[in-house]
């Protein structure tokens, strides 16, 4: 058994290509996801990956503008729901999200 998920969304020596995996799983199960629930989780793991992505790698693993970047990290990073730890995250992404290509 590997890192836990939060592990790898957190640790800065992730590769790349697993963070693109990451989101792209979480992608293709929020589509299918049954309830809100299941598809507000899913979106949360599909942004942390962006989020690891533009934080430790300065890359860009979306198509998503920097304007929508921007907006959900910040919103990520305030809920009252996030684990403290992705919300630090998602708060560093915020300005990164500014510069990454």
Partial sequence: MGPRLD???LDPSTD????RRVKEYAKSLGKGAESDVQKDAFLTIYFAAIAAAVVFHEGRITEHSDQDLRYFFDFFAEVTWMPITL???FAR???????CE
């Fill in 7 to 9: 592990e790898l969304l």
């Fill in 16 to 19: 790349l290509a697993v963070l």
């Fill in 93 to 99: 992404a915020a300005p990164c999200a500014r510069t």
């Fill in 87 to 89: 919300a630090g995250l």
